[in-house]
C-alpha cells in the first residue's frame, strides 16, 4: 500500500516539472518573434532609416547636388496580385478545353477519367453533389478538338 501511494506521488511530482517546462518553453517562444518576422521588421527600420536619413541629408544640405544615393536605395517586392503563370501541363490544358465548351457551371467539376491510347484526355464533368458523371469528353490536346459524349 505504502509502494503504490509513493508511486502516485512520484507521478504527480512528474507531470508537474513537465507543466513547469511546458510553460516557460512556451514563455520563450512567444517572446522570440519568428525568422520571417525578423526579416520583414528589419526591412521596415532599413526603409525608415534610409528615409529618414534621406530627409536629413535634404534639409542640411540644400545646396548640395549630390546626394548619396545609398540611402536612396529602395526594393521593390513583387506584388500579391501579380500572378506569374507556370506553363500548364497538356492536362490542364484539356480541362480548360472542357470548361470553355461546357461554359460557367458552379454546380459541376472536371476530372480526369484516363487517357486513350492516341495520347487524348479523357475529362469526365460530374455533379459536385452526387458525383454522378454527366459528360465525358475526349480531348486532343495538340489539335485542341475534342469529342463529347452524354
Do not use: H
Not at 59 to 82: A, D, L, R, S
Not at 144 to 149: I, L
Request: hydrophobic letters at 35%.
Amino acid at each position: 500500500m505504502k509502494k503504490s501511494y509513493i508511486f502516485i506521488i512520484i507521478l504527480i511530482v512528474i507531470i508537474a516539472i513537465g507543466v513547469i517546462i511546458g510553460m516557460n518553453l512556451n514563455k520563450d517562444n512567444e517572446a522570440n518573434p519568428t525568422g520571417s518576422d525578423n526579416v520583414e521588421n528589419n526591412m521596415e527600420n532599413e526603409e525608415n532609416n534610409n528615409i529618414t536619413n534621406n530627409q536629413i541629408e535634404n534639409e542640411t544640405n540644400t545646396n548640395v547636388e549630390n546626394i548619396n544615393v545609398e540611402n536612396n536605395t529602395v526594393t521593390q517586392e513583387p506584388e500579391e496580385n501579380e500572378v506569374q503563370e507556370e506553363p500548364k501541363t497538356d492536362l490542364e490544358k484539356a480541362i480548360d478545353i472542357v470548361e470553355k465548351d461546357w461554359g460557367e457551371d458552379d454546380a459541376v467539376y472536371f476530372a480526369q477519367d484516363g487517357q486513350n491510347a492516341n495520347g487524348e484526355y479523357i475529362i469526365c464533368v460530374r455533379d459536385k453533389n452526387s458525383t454522378t458523371a454527366i459528360a465525358w469528353y475526349t480531348v486532343n490536346v495538340a489539335s485542341g478538338t475534342f469529342t463529347k459524349e452524354y
